[in-house]
């Protein structure tokens, strides 16, 4: 793995995996600049590189380091390029030029819901070929189910920066302030907005309703989705479209109910329709409240949803099913590389 050393200092290995981790000296929008990428790549031995959007300075070299070489490449595209005042200039930018010729350049394309698919052929149908549909997934191993707390606690987990400021945090709080039961909201994350995040909730008058943890690791996590009773995600589709979240699909799979606004994509949808969880309007503080309310109130149908939940992850979202897949996908982009490079080399003989 070759990726940015962010945060700075972390493990050069991960669960028996080497990880390369790059300097870096800033950010545009959520991707690291890191200088040294295109040279790490060229140093590396590897079939098939497997990059992310929205990371532009890192998909984009990936895929043109693979395409100079030879080699197959495969862009996963979880969401849209964007960001706030110059950021937000450069990124729209950047859509309308570079990202269309990565889309070209790329051997195989992934989305995480049929909505991105429908969005990226609409900006260029040549791609149909290559472009599929794989939705996030989790380790049904790794996540067993929990015993939930007491009744009243609320979890959220995100980045508190601007470019996730999309996931609504705002709206939940002025939610948590409506609710008239006995609950308490965990924060869990860190960014350069998490002192805003803090002033609202002392200005709503939350006092001790309101827990930011801050980052932590992924034990830690993983209790607080086994100890905690409702995970909420108020993602707004007017900032950003969500993408298919990982940390719903874990919450989930520990058989917590989820409150997910409109803005979560796909996942909000199929919660709904399955009964594992409840789906609320993007950026209705009073609706989400009333949903909250709903699920603090009955005990059997926090429960009833949390089986429901386990039950969506165990058959839509299975790592081991996700994983054969991606490995397909893969095996494609190899092959497509394989390919030109024998074409090529009968054109250069001709």
């Not at 790490?40 to 929205?54: C, F, K, Q």
Request: proline share 3%.
């Amino acid at each position: 793995m070759v990726c940015a050393d962010d945060p700075r200092g972390s493990s050069s290995i991960d669960e028996g995996v080497q990880i390369r981790r790059l300097p870096w000296r800033f950010k545009i929008a959520n991707t690291n600049i890191t200088l040294g990428l295109p040279a790490a790549l060229m140093r590396e031995r590897w079939d098939v590189v497997h990059t992310h959007m929205p990371t532009p300075w890192t998909a984009d070299w990936s895929v043109l380091v693979a395409k100079l070489l030879g080699r197959g490449s495969v862009l996963y595209f979880h969401n849209e390029t964007v960001g706030e005042g110059f950021a937000g200039t450069i990124a729209r930018l950047y859509n309308a030029t570079f990202f269309r010729l990565v889309l070209r350049l790329a051997d195989q394309i992934c989305v995480i819901s049929d909505a991105w698919r429908d969005y990226l052929l609409g900006l260029d149908p040549k791609i149909a070929d290559k472009l599929q549909v794989i939705t996030n997934g989790v380790s049904l191993e790794a996540f067993s189910i929990g015993a939930g707390g007491d009744g009243t606690t609320l979890l959220f987990v995100g980045v508190l920066d601007r470019f996730h400021r999309y996931k609504g945090l705002d709206v939940l709080l002025e939610a948590v302030a409506m609710v008239e039961s006995a609950c308490e909201l965990v924060v869990v994350g860190e960014g350069e907005l998490r002192s805003e995040y803090e002033a609202q909730a002392a200005e709503l008058g939350l006092g001790q309703r309101v827990r930011f943890l801050g980052r932590v690791d992924d034990a830690a996590l993983h209790e607080l989705y086994a100890t905690t009773d409702i995970y909420i995600l108020p993602s707004d589709f007017s900032r950003q479209e969500g993408g298919f979240t990982l940390t719903a699909l874990e919450a989930m799979a520990t058989g917590r109910p989820v409150v997910l606004a409109d803005g979560a994509g796909q996942l909000a949808r199929e919660v709904e329709k399955d009964g594992a969880g409840l789906r609320v309007p993007a950026g209705d503080a009073p609706a989400l409240a009333a949903a909250l309310s709903a699920l603090l109130a009955s005990e059997d149908l926090r429960h009833a949803m949390g089986r429901a939940a386990r039950e969506l992850v165990e058959r839509e979202h299975s790592w081991d099913e996700i994983v054969l897949r991606r490995r397909a996908v893969a095996e494609k982009a190899f092959a497509s590389s394989r390919r030109k490079l024998r074409e090529q080399r009968i054109s250069g003989k001709r």
